[in-house]
């Protein structure tokens, strides 16, 4: 007779399981209605690949360790929608006190936050925003004001360089449905539009992604004879771009301008300060924000935050960082 | 069991001995306190039915297998083997029924495996090995190029690889399996004269076959086998081939003898200058209820008839007429449409779904007719596959077993049925009783001669001649392509039928 | 010969086997469950029961039709991008299509049009592998690659927002995320391709036909045809599985379904198919998909890393392909 396969598979899966189980992260999950001992935090993030968000990642671990009582869970969603539906949809059935989300796209994860909410779990929506507020509260930082910034910043570049305002622009974009690439180009082209000379070339989509805005570029300066400025929505695209533009020896010709500003080695600062970025802009974490409302949320029953919190950006160029 | 005294004054060690040999396969006892001997120089034949147990004591004897008890000498040691390699050392070689070759190599390469010396040779360079080859490949008569990969032989030259490997052994015993299930009458010859050269050279061979012809012209003592047990071991010349099909299958039988078939009358398959590539202007006509045997030497075109038959290979010229009209070959749907059925020569290869149950592959080509709108009609189905197999007097445990389950015979009943039950008027057979028993061949015969009674017209390859000739109205027999003449059952003996199979005319 | 009650017994010891691995796996999920507000088992709850069949559903519904492509000889590797191309296909037509119908039957030419879509392309890659005789493998392949082609083209790379107003978009989006409908239409597809494997003229040529090309060929059966069949299926089946992605996506992406393809596969090689063909039952099938989904949900349950899930899928496929290759009966009886 022959045996099913099933059989020895799920064998060999249980010894898996019961390995993956074992370890020290996966402890029992408690529900809210356990004061005395730790109440769960899940943070689902939408991809931990991306500098940013690794960095998000790290605040969020270090502040959440500070408040007593509490349990921190990060999940990734390698920057899949429908993963990271799946995975809120299984956090909602654990019942954990506080729930954090980075959302990946603006649709996809509206009705899955809506349910947790449905749930009675309260959703603090991180930097990034949802189609509907489904959500106890949204901390964002203010990415069309970023825009305005990068707008007016290379308008006086060029200026600088020609002695008027004209100039061909390059874009590389994030994932389209996110409302920081949204307000993030809106910004700026809002502050161009009143220059006719300000031409934008072209805009290729490198999903925020530092390889893949290196190969977009590629392209582009295979096709373009002749660029000035190379506005990436964020440093890793920034710095692809770079890259794809030293191997071509045209990194002269260009200035390019990012956002994020994180520090440490690989961070926008440090690459301001070696001349490859002209400029960045520091994209707050909101991480402290997230930890200090839903600290007040964990620990105030009566607490009503508001729905909207706002956090302020700065521009970072050579100039800045000489000054003390 | 009765063991009379080997031929000859003095008595030599035996080169191999079996005693008290049992073998356990899940619930059947293979073989049961066998004792048995093997002398230096004779040929011994072993008998028996499919199950008998004759493949299971060769292969424990080679080392293949092991005995669950008893114990084995060779050479008047005794030998505990834990492989086929270590009997090759003590000089122990088989040729197994189901060849162990591989397609993608060459003929070189398969000698060469599992022969220590010649590998060692090979990794020197590829022309070493074919020239210390070559002489093995002539030694079984085979005339080949040794880097021809084997894919591109036929069935029946296999068989002779496998032989040429087994003599670069320099085995001093010899099993062969069925060694002549699928060779012509001039490679029997060749493999007879090889298998006489061993003896004069002091080598032990166990011939393990069905065909008593074969038997009783080479072999020097019988050993029948029934049902696991050693019955008689005599010496050839003391015994007839109706004693020894007594022993084997416990009664009488007389196998090949068919009842004679019936005059033929119209015409269902008219063939004129019939060409393709490997065929030659062949022309003739089949009655309905004719047995039309198909004889000839290997690559005369007797599959190739078949496969033109079908439009499976092309057509360069000739017209065929079936009943209602002309016929142009197109493949096989259209073959089934026109009522023309072929049973091909492979049965593994090319006929039978082998994980497929015995009823499925029963009802396969016929589907159509037990169904309704494509949904399948199951308890129609398996009434008429069942009562068909039952007809053909088909064993099977179970008819919704694989089909891979059953042994050669019945797995050619079941092929059989399957084309049988798309009522053919035509009916092709390539070699429909090549590696099964008696008792099975017999069902077969008696099979066809019904179907010809019915009506059906039969065209049918064999190499064996003695079936062939007892049980067809005509012989055609085809050389290199051609149709060399036509022979009446009445005037059909093995030499006219030679005579014309090797390209001489009739006799005078 | 075996009595029908013989048959009716080994039918039904044969019925419960696929279904001791999956039992396995849900007593596994019930000890490992974490526990609830009340002390219930999570895992167990009814809504994380159908959690797990919804999330499994566009995976579920698309390796019902690769099991009859895989059984049939053959393998397809593009059910990825025709997904993407379905959902973006159909929001371009729910969105940028703006036509005098009422949005009901704006919606019904939306999902007619997609499904015969999908099914188009499936029927070119059936044909393409059954007149040209490319390998199933390397035309599915470049199918994979030039329908994603096509999909980033069409949409130029962005994606299309459904909404969440009254628009036809946002409505199809409502309706055809609601779970009640993915289940059945899932269960009707599993019971619809259970009954042609196993009951009808055309699931048992392709059984034969996988099973010995050969032999099928010298019987005369219509492989051709019947190979283009299960292509033709497997393209609507990614298809619909497109239009349930869209709908819970509330987007048409046409970067997703990247590697869904993989995931298909491992459902139906876990489910006792073997990948040459000839062998594979749909019970089988579904048993596998609901094997890697009550798997997942454990696993996500518990929080653990997911890349832990994927090295833990990646040992599941391997363990179930080495043991279809020592279970194969041996053909040499």
């Known amino acids: 007779m022959k045996k099913h396969p099933t059989l020895p598979i799920t064998l060999g899966l249980a010894l898996a399981l019961l390995a993956a189980g074992c370890r020290p992260q996966a402890q029992q999950a408690q529900a809210a209605a356990a004061p005395a001992s730790q109440r769960l935090v899940v943070f689902s993030q939408c991809n931990n690949a991306e500098p940013y968000r690794a960095a998000q990642n790290a605040e969020m671990q270090r502040l959440w360790d500070g408040v007593p009582g509490t349990r921190l869970l990060i999940m990734d969603a390698q920057q899949d929608s429908a993963k990271q539906i799946s995975q809120i949809e299984t956090a909602i059935r654990v019942a954990p006190s506080l729930l954090i989300v980075a959302p990946n796209e603006r649709a996809p994860l509206t009705e899955v936050m809506g349910r947790a909410m449905q749930a009675g779990i309260p959703v603090i929506c991180l930097e990034r925003d949802i189609a509907q507020p489904n959500y106890t509260t949204w901390i964002r930082a203010d990415n069309e004001a970023i825009g305005k910034l990068v707008g007016q910043f290379v308008v006086d570049q060029l200026k600088a360089k020609y002695g008027e305002p004209r100039g061909r622009i390059v874009e590389l974009a994030g994932l389209k449905g996110v409302e920081a690439e949204i307000n993030r180009s809106g910004g700026a082209h809002g502050v161009w539009k009143d220059y006719p000379k300000i031409e934008i070339v072209t805009e290729a989509v490198a999903n925020w992604l530092q390889s893949t805005a290196k190969d977009r570029m590629t392209e582009i300066l295979a096709a373009v004879p002749q660029i000035d400025v190379v506005y990436a929505r964020n440093d890793p695209m920034a710095m692809g771009a770079y890259l794809a533009a030293r191997e071509k020896g045209r990194e002269k010709e260009m200035i390019f301008v990012g956002v994020d500003g994180l520090e440490g080695e690989a961070g926008g600062i440090e690459k301001v300060r070696q001349g490859i970025l002209a400029a960045t802009f520091v994209y707050p974490l909101c991480v402290d924000k997230a930890v200090e409302i839903g600290t007040r949320i964990l620990n105030e029953p009566g607490f009503k935050p508001e729905k909207v919190y706002t956090m302020t950006s700065h521009i970072v160029t050579k100039e800045t960082l000489a000054k003390p | 069991m009765i063991a009379f005294s080997p031929i000859g004054n003095h008595e030599p060690a035996p080169a191999l001995a079996c005693t008290g040999v049992s073998k356990r396969y899940g619930g059947v006892q293979a073989l049961s306190g066998v004792d048995w001997e093997l002398l230096p120089g004779e040929v011994h034949a072993l008998c028996g039915e499919n199950g008998a147990g004759k493949s299971t004591l060769a292969r424990i004897c080679a080392g293949i297998a092991r005995p669950d008890s008893g114990e084995i000498r060779r050479g008047g040691c005794a030998v505990a083997w834990s492989g086929s390699d270590e009997a090759r050392r003590d000089g122990v070689g088989i040729i197994l029924q189901e060849l162990d070759l591989f397609a993608n190599l060459t003929v070189a390469e398969n000698i060469a495996l599992g022969n220590p010396a010649l590998e060692a040779r090979r990794w020197v360079s590829f022309d070493a090995l074919s020239r210390a080859v070559a002489p093995r490949l002539e030694e079984a008569g085979i005339p080949v190029d040794p880097t021809t990969p084997l894919g591109e032989l036929g069935v029946s030259q296999w068989q002779l690889v496998a032989i040429a490997r087994v003599l670069s052994l320099d085995a001093k015993v010899i099993f062969m399996d069925e060694p002549t299930s699928a060779l012509t009458e001039d490679a029997v010859e060749r493999l007879f004269a090889v298998i006489r050269r061993l003896k004069a050279r002091g080598v032990a061979i166990a011939y393990v076959s069905h065909k008593m012809s074969e038997i009783f012209r080479i072999s020097d003592r019988i050993t029948v086998m029934r049902d696991g047990e050693m019955v008689a071991t005599c010496a050839t010349g003391d015994t007839t081939v109706d004693a020894v099909i007594r022993q084997m299958v416990g009664r009488p039988v007389t196998a090949g003898e068919a009842t004679p078939p019936e005059e033929p009358k119209i015409s269902v398959l008219g063939v004129r200058n019939l060409s393709t590539r490997k065929l030659r202007r062949i022309s003739f006509d089949l009655a309905d209820g004719e047995i039309m045997g198909v004889a000839g030497l290997v690559a005369s075109g007797r599959s190739e008839l078949g496969r033109a038959l079908l439009g499976l290979s092309p057509l360069t010229g000739g017209e065929l007429t079936l009943a209602d009209g002309t016929y142009l070959p197109r493949g096989v749907r259209h073959a089934m449409r026109s009522l023309l059925a072929l049973v091909p020569e492979d049965r593994r290869r090319d006929g039978l779904f082998m994980r497929m149950s015995v009823l499925e592959n029963t009802t396969i080509a016929a589907l159509r007719r037990y169904s309704r709108l494509g949904w399948l009609r199951g308890g129609e189905e398996r009434e008429a596959a069942l009562d068909l197999l039952e007809q053909s007097r088909t064993l099977f445990a179970d008819a919704d077993l694989p089909v891979g389950a059953l042994s050669g015979g019945n797995q050619q009943k079941v092929l059989l049925s399957k084309w049988l039950l798309t009522f053919p008027k035509v009916l092709f057979l390539d070699d429909p009783t090549r590696g099964i028993d008696v008792g099975a061949k017999d069902d077969i015969y008696r099979l066809i001669a019904r179907l010809a009674r019915d009506g059906v017209g039969i065209l049918w390859v064999s190499s064996e001649l003695p079936e062939l000739i007892a049980n067809s109205h005509r012989i055609m027999v085809l050389h290199e392509g051609g149709l060399q003449g036509i022979l009446e059952s009445a005037e059909a003996t093995q030499e006219s039928v030679m005579r014309l199979a090797t390209g001489h005319g009739p006799a005078p | ?333």
């Open chain 3, 1 to 333: 010969m075996s009595t029908a009650a013989g048959r009716g017994l080994r039918g039904a010891h044969q019925f419960t086997r696929p279904f001791i691995g999956l039992i396995l796996v849900v007593a596994l999920g019930v000890f490992l469950s974490p526990r609830g507000a009340g002390g219930g088992i999570i895992f167990l709850s009814g809504g994380n029961l159908t959690d797990i069949l919804l999330q499994q559903g566009e995976i579920g519904i698309m390796a019902l039709a690769m099991t009859l492509v895989v059984i049939a000889g053959g393998i397809d590797l593009s059910v990825g991008s025709v997904l993407a191309f379905s959902a973006s296909l159909v929001g371009l037509l729910l969105v940028k299509w703006e036509p005098r119908l009422p949005t009901g039957a704006q919606i019904a030419a939306a999902v007619a049009a997609v499904l015969l879509l999908g099914a188009v392309i499936g029927a070119v890659n059936g044909i393409i592998i059954t007149r040209l005789r490319l390998q199933p493998f390397v035309m599915t392949l470049a199918a994979m690659i030039g329908v994603r082609g096509l999909t980033r083209w069409m949409t130029g790379n962005t994606n299309i927002d459904f909404g969440f107003d009254a628009a036809a978009s946002a409505r199809f989006s409502d309706l055809f995320s609601q779970k009640p409908l993915i289940l059945a239409v899932w269960a009707v597809l599993a019971v619809a391709a259970h009954l042609v494997l196993s009951r009808t003229v055309f699931g048992r040529y392709l059984r034969a036909i996988g099973e010995n090309e050969k032999a099928a060929a010298f019987t005369g059966l219509p492989i051709r045809m019947a190979r283009t069949a299960t292509y033709v299926a497997c393209g609507a089946a990614a298809a619909l599985a497109g239009l349930v992605h869209a709908a819970r996506s509330h987007q048409g992406n046409p970067n997703d379904g990247v590697a869904y393809e993989l995931d298909v596969i491992a459902a139906v090689v876990i489910g006792g198919t073997a990948l040459s063909g000839g062998q594979g039952t749909i019970l089988g099938t579904v048993t596998g998909t609901l094997i890697l989904g009550v798997l997942t949900n454990v696993l996500r349950l518990r929080m653990v890393d997911s890349n832990v899930e994927l090295m833990i899928k990646a040992v599941i496929i391997i363990v179930a392909v080495w043991v279809q290759r020592r279970d194969r009966p041996s053909i040499n009886s």
